[in-house]
């Protein structure tokens, strides 16, 4: 059953915490990204991958850090520099970069304790 | 600097009234246009999409969305809503300009269908 996977589902930071949400796809796509969605502010790119061990900020990057080792993964770390981490976060992938159609993942919703 | 705007952010309507709703992008050269909806605890999925050809572009579940491209607009229409289509709505534009090519986003509209 080819698609993206997030975990965990929902996850809490304490102060100063980093924390790593997961994103494992199957679906042999070169291209994998992450967004932040917040209430009526709709999708804001974090950070993309064009190919493994490539990545590139999004509009949004402070505060968080990638990595691509594998084609199939692309985790994102939220560190304790992001001040206002809690949020929707949804990782998306897509054969290559341009114009192509994004598939996404259920998504984590993280909250601050 | 490219930008989408979708006038309506939050849209209620009663079952078998007719929808519309608005996008507008910013960026003058080849587009390509995505619709995407995000259904109550499901993924955000793929609604309708226009890459070039025929402007008026068929979807999922009797969506349909026109490019005009005098107007750089790629309004979503659906002729009778159901209690089903109750969701938020993306419209995304991806320009054909430049090595990394992403995709913009509208604010999203949130619609309520009252059966």
């Known amino acids: 059953d080819g698609g993206i996977t997030q975990s965990p589902k929902y996850l809490f930071r304490k102060e100063g915490q980093n924390v790593t949400l997961s994103c494992e796809q199957n679906?042999?796509?070169?291209?994998m990204y992450w967004y932040r969605q917040d209430p009526g502010q709709g999708l804001r790119l974090i950070y993309y991958?064009?190919?493994?061990?490539?990545?590139q900020k999004g509009d949004i990057a402070e505060g968080y850090s990638v990595s691509r080792e594998k084609k199939e993964s692309f985790p994102l770390t939220v560190t304790s520099a992001q001040k206002n981490p809690t949020a929707f976060y949804l990782c998306?992938?897509?054969?290559?970069?341009?114009?192509?159609?994004?598939?996404f993942g259920a998504g984590t919703r993280l909250s601050v304790l | 600097a490219q930008s989408v705007s979708q006038h309506n952010h939050h849209v209620i309507l009663s079952e078998a009234a007719s929808l519309e709703l608005g996008c507008n992008y910013s960026?003058?050269?080849?587009?390509?246009l995505f619709w995407y909806v995000q259904y109550p605890g499901q993924h955000l999925q793929l609604l309708l999409k226009?890459?070039?050809?025929d402007p008026l572009v068929k979807g999922i579940k009797g969506f349909e969305a026109e490019f005009i491209k005098s107007k750089f607009s790629f309004n979503l229409r659906k002729p009778s809503v159901q209690w089903s289509d109750t969701a938020e709505y993306f419209c995304?534009?991806?320009?054909?300009?430049?090595?990394?090519?992403?995709?913009?986003w509208g604010l999203g509209t949130s619609l309520a269908v009252n059966p």
């Open positions: 998306a992938s897509s054969i290559g970069l341009a114009g192509d159609i994004q598939y």
């Open positions: 679906l042999n796509h070169d291209a």
């Open positions: 991958s064009q190919i493994v061990n490539d990545f």
């Open positions: 960026y003058g050269g080849t587009v390509n």
């Open positions: 226009y890459f070039s050809g």
């Open positions: 995304a534009v991806n320009s054909e300009a430049g090595n990394n090519r992403k995709l913009i």
